[in-house]
């Protein structure tokens, strides 16, 4: 294949940025549009008085399979937090972690009382369990929500509540455990065998890298610049962008999922949305809490969801005179609550958990609403998603919604989408 091929990318999210690198990479002419002033899609980062604010809380899973292989981690200097997480309510914190990765907080983690001595042997077999499967061995396998499959396993109903429940609504952003329970074997099998971490340089680290390695190949990416319409012509493509009309012998599809489903009438792509509210919150010094590096869970309610002490993990999170919080709500309700009753319960949940602390001085940074955060992943919901080919013509999709809703699902699907090309075009 020659660069006399030409294809043009809608979307400079995680998945057209992996799409365009693989294609510029096999010779291919590359062209990328983004209707933002910027790349990364969901994944982008705000400054704020000196503060690192990503649109909403996100991390990186080292072991996912697609970010090892897509990004050179060592040059996004990464920030990981503590194994395990620290389980809150009014006047009570414990610690929760997995002693083969975090043997200090071993004590601790064996005389926790929120969760049984079962539940932690199970916990193990778990582990076990979904570490002798791949990605699509469990993708592949039977379904059931996250909550039917734990009871399933035996778990106790305190483990689930106190521990998985908040954990999880933090990672599907579903507290009510409906989700596939796939999605919970493989986050719970990359937690197992890498690290959750933070770029020093925000979340937005992550599309920047992906970025360079696109036009290092050859691509060009044009921000700031939407795409309205897509259509098969012949052996090819027509794209129309807000200026201009390009002719593509193939196109990839890269946008939001309902961008996605208008530009090429898919119907398959998943559009029902789950929601999430983040305030980014600091307090006038340095002093860290103290399970600094743990994500903190509302074993008690969900506002917030979990609070998570950003500068203690990334300390370039914030100036160095301040400590910087995210604390996550979860819902639609929760978009149309004002700021200050959002600092407020994050203020209140802090202080039920630290009473030796003062948390008046706590002031809100920034609150991100995300109408769209995540596509809903019910049981079964992975079997009738789109395939990369699935558009009439020589039009293929990349995004999550082709594989399942997260940072390795993203970058999988630019992958698979840009082999698609290369193969039918060859």
Same mark, same amino acid.
């Given at each position: 294949?020659?660069?006399?091929?030409?294809?043009?990318?809608?979307?400079?999210?995680?998945?057209?940025?992996?799409?365009?690198?693989?294609?510029?990479?096999?010779?291919?002419?590359v062209?990328?549009? /983004?209707?933002r002033?910027?790349?990364?899609?969901?994944?982008?980062?705000?400054?704020?008085?000196?503060?690192? %604010?990503?649109?909403?809380?996100?991390?990186?899973?080292?072991?996912?399979?697609?970010?090892r292989?897509?990004l050179?981690?060592?040059?996004?200097?990464?920030?990981?937090?503590?194994?395990?997480? %620290?389980?809150?309510?009014?006047?009570?914190?414990?610690?929760?972690? +997995?002693?083969?990765r975090d043997?200090?907080?071993?004590?601790?983690?064996?005389f926790?009382?929120?969760?049984?001595?079962?539940?932690?042997?199970?916990?193990?077999?778990?582990?076990q369990?979904? =570490?002798?499967?791949?990605?699509?061995?469990?993708? $592949?396998?039977?379904?059931?929500?996250?909550?039917?499959?734990?009871?399933?396993?035996?778990?106790? +109903?305190?483990?689930? /509540?106190?521990?998985?429940?908040?954990?999880?609504?933090?990672?599907?952003?579903?507290?009510?455990?409906?989700?596939?329970?796939?999605?919970?074997?493989?986050?719970?099998?990359?937690?197992?065998?890498?690290?959750i971490?933070?770029?020093?340089? =925000?979340?937005?680290?992550? *599309?920047?890298?992906l970025?360079?390695?696109?036009?290092?190949t050859?691509?060009?990416?044009?921000?700031?610049?939407?795409?309205?319409? %897509?259509?098969?012509?012949?052996?090819?493509?027509?794209?129309?962008?807000?200026?201009?009309?390009?002719d593509?012998?193939?196109?990839?599809?890269?946008?939001?999922?309902?961008?996605?489903?208008?530009l090429?009438?898919?119907?398959?792509i998943?559009?029902?949305?789950?929601?999430?509210t983040t305030?980014?919150?600091?307090?006038?010094?340095?002093?860290?809490? +103290?399970?600094?590096?743990?994500?903190?869970?509302?074993?008690? +309610?969900?506002?917030?969801?979990?609070?998570?002490?950003?500068?203690s993990?990334?300390?370039?999170?914030? *100036?160095?005179?301040?400590?910087?919080?995210?604390?996550?709500?979860? $819902?639609?309700?929760?978009?149309?609550?004002?700021?200050?009753?959002?600092?407020?319960?994050?203020?209140?949940?802090?202080?039920?958990?630290?009473?030796?602390?003062?948390f008046?001085?706590?002031?809100?940074?920034?609150?991100?609403?995300? /109408?769209?955060?995540?596509?809903?992943?019910? *049981?079964?919901i992975?079997?009738?998603?789109?395939?990369?080919?699935?558009?009439?013509?020589?039009?293929?999709?990349?995004?999550?919604?082709?594989?399942?809703?997260s940072?390795q699902?993203?970058?999988?699907? =630019?992958?698979?989408?840009?082999?698609?090309?290369?193969?039918?075009?060859?």
């Amino acid at each position: 294949m020659d660069d006399s091929t030409s294809v043009v990318v809608v979307g400079a999210g995680l998945s057209g940025l992996v799409a365009a690198r693989h294609l510029a990479d096999a010779g291919v002419n590359v062209t990328v549009f /983004e209707r933002r002033e910027a790349v990364g899609g969901r994944v982008r980062t705000h400054r704020v008085d000196g503060f690192t %604010v990503d649109r909403g809380f996100q991390v990186l899973f080292t072991a996912y399979p697609a970010v090892r292989r897509e990004l050179d981690l060592d040059a996004l200097d990464l920030h990981a937090f503590s194994p395990g997480a %620290v389980i809150a309510r009014p006047g009570e914190r414990s610690v929760l972690s +997995d002693p083969l990765r975090d043997p200090l907080s071993l004590t601790d983690s064996i005389f926790n009382r929120e969760v049984t001595t079962t539940d932690k042997l199970r916990t193990l077999a778990l582990r076990q369990h979904v =570490g002798s499967r791949d990605e699509a061995e469990i993708f $592949g396998s039977s379904d059931a929500s996250i909550h039917d499959y734990l009871r399933d396993w035996g778990f106790s +109903d305190r483990y689930v /509540e106190n521990f998985v429940a908040p954990f999880y609504g933090g990672i599907t952003l579903d507290r009510s455990l409906s989700t596939s329970k796939r999605v919970f074997e493989y986050t719970f099998k990359a937690m197992s065998e890498g690290k959750i971490a933070l770029p020093a340089d =925000g979340m937005a680290a992550v *599309p920047a890298q992906l970025a360079e390695r696109a036009r290092d190949t050859g691509a060009t990416i044009n921000v700031d610049e939407a795409v309205a319409a %897509v259509a098969p012509d012949g052996d090819g493509a027509v794209v129309e962008t807000e200026s201009r009309t390009l002719d593509a012998d193939a196109v990839v599809v890269a946008a939001d999922p309902r961008t996605a489903r208008r530009l090429t009438g898919v119907a398959s792509i998943p559009t029902t949305a789950r929601s999430s509210t983040t305030l980014y919150c600091a307090l006038p010094d340095d002093a860290p809490l +103290d399970d600094e590096r743990k994500i903190h869970l509302n074993a008690a +309610d969900d506002r917030p969801n979990i609070v998570v002490p950003l500068s203690s993990v990334a300390p370039s999170y914030a *100036p160095d005179d301040r400590t910087s919080f995210a604390a996550t709500f979860l $819902g639609g309700d929760a978009l149309d609550v004002d700021e200050a009753d959002l600092l407020e319960s994050t203020r209140d949940a802090l202080a039920s958990w630290y009473p030796e602390r003062l948390f008046g001085g706590l002031e809100a940074v920034r609150t991100e609403r995300i /109408e769209f955060a995540q596509f809903a992943q019910p *049981p079964g919901i992975h079997d009738d998603l789109p395939d990369t080919r699935d558009p009439n013509g020589p039009v293929y999709l990349a995004g999550d919604y082709t594989t399942w809703s997260s940072i390795q699902g993203a970058m999988r699907s =630019g992958r698979e989408a840009a082999d698609a090309i290369v193969a039918d075009l060859d």
